[in-house]
């Protein structure tokens, strides 16, 4: 039985991975372990490792990798250190591992150091912070790329790397989406929010622009009080800078018009996405998950400056009056993004697995020029 390691440090890869993991876990050929780390382990962020928790997973290893400070250089350092323990005892055939993040880049280090195979899911996307290039650092580190569309795979061809080594399988968490069936009634009364109306917030660092961050962050927040509307806020991750996010939230925590919330349940969050008026802030779901529900999308900075899907969404500076303007003027799309292909992406991915595809590929990579 060949064992499948997945590692997973946050909300966002877990929601994105979770459809793969379950095929895996119910299959006889293959076995299922999850290092589950970063914020899942984190009681400020809402210890999300409950959520891993309550699917039922058997093998569930988990591993703080955060001090005090949250510090994400050290917390790469300590993911290696874990991660590379766990796997020396586990000997497992693959480790999986999703986005950009440094959980995955830890993993993925970890991995090809130790000559076993590694596949990466969603790379060959661009997007801007710090993001970008641990996403195509950990492509270049591993053997396996799961990707989303021909636009990746061709991206990825250009760092390098093998044709052959390169499957589309769309993004795994589209597929939830579309079998979603949490009612918004549900959703409401098991967060306790009141709201008829009310509007998403999700915010978080961009790590290459610390200096101005609280600044942003302070308009932003000042344009949603200006607005009069009501608003969930969702925490930021806790990429560096994300105590500037929260120290602006505190302005209006137990205000009559703002929910704060660590983390919302996956299919839940989804719920109160599409049931949103519009979703605001710089999460990459204002491009992929809020375009494919219709909900209108106002992408606030540029942490998300490159991504696909930017000229169905509106996109403003962090500045007060101009995120404010953006509110008063939006206007629901008017058709879904025709861009987003969904793919039956676990269907595809065990598909892989099964056949044995992955396994045929060799450690050794070989850098491939353009022609
Ligand atoms: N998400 C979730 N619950 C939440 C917030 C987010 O399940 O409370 C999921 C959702 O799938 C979303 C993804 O996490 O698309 C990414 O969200 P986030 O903004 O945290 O991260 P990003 O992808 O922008 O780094």
Do not use: W
Not at 142 to 155: G, S, W, Y
Not at 265 to 274: A, D, G, N, Q, V
Not at 324 to 333: C, E, H, Y
Request: aromatic share 10%; charged share 25%.
């Amino acid at each position: 039985m060949k064992k499948i390691v997945f590692i997973t440090g946050t909300r966002a890869d877990f929601s994105k991975i979770k459809s793969l993991m379950l095929k895996v876990e119910k299959a006889n050929d293959f076995e299922l372990f999850i290092f589950a780390t970063g914020m899942h382990m984190s009681k400020n962020f809402g210890l999300t490792v409950r959520e891993i928790e309550k699917c039922g997973f058997k093998n569930i290893f988990k591993f703080i990798n955060h001090d005090k400070y949250f510090q994400m250089d050290k917390a790469l350092s300590a993911t290696i250190d874990g991660f590379s323990r766990f796997i020396h005892e586990l000997e497992p055939d693959l480790i999986v591992v999703h986005g950009d993040r440094i959980e995955p880049l830890a993993a993925c280090m970890v991995g090809s150091l130790n000559n076993i195979l590694v596949a990466h899911i969603e790379g060959g996307e661009i997007s801007g912070t710090i993001d970008d290039s641990i996403r195509h650092a950990i492509s270049k580190l591993a053997h396996i790329h799961l990707v989303n569309d021909q636009i990746a795979k061709k991206r990825l061809i250009q760092m390098g790397e093998a044709e052959n080594s390169i499957f589309i399988i769309g993004s795994p968490d589209l597929e939830i989406l579309a079998h979603n069936e949490i009612s918004l009634e549900l959703a409401k009364s098991y967060y306790d929010i009141s709201y008829e109306n009310y509007a998403l917030v999700m915010f978080h660092p961009v790590t290459t622009e610390l200096h101005s961050l609280k600044e942003q962050s302070d308009n932003l927040i000042d344009a949603l009080k200006e607005s009069g509307r009501n608003y969930l806020i969702i925490y930021p991750n806790n990429d560096i800078g994300f105590e500037f996010i929260l120290q602006s939230y505190e302005r209006v925590r137990g205000h009559n018009h703002f929910k704060i919330f660590p983390s919302l349940r996956f299919e839940y969050f989804i719920t109160l996405l599409k049931n949103a008026d519009f979703i605001i802030g710089n999460s990459s779901c204002i491009l992929k998950e809020a375009l494919y529900l219709n909900t209108p999308g106002i992408l606030v900075g540029s942490r998300q400056n490159g991504r696909m899907g930017q000229e169905s969404v509106k996109c403003v500076e962090a500045k007060t009056e101009s995120i404010l303007k953006a509110i008063d003027t939006l206007q629901k799309p008017n058709k879904k993004n025709e861009k987003l292909e969904i793919l039956n992406s676990s269907k595809l991915f065990f598909k892989h697995l099964q056949n044995g595809d992955f396994f045929k590929i060799k450690q050794q990579k070989i850098f491939k020029d353009l022609r």
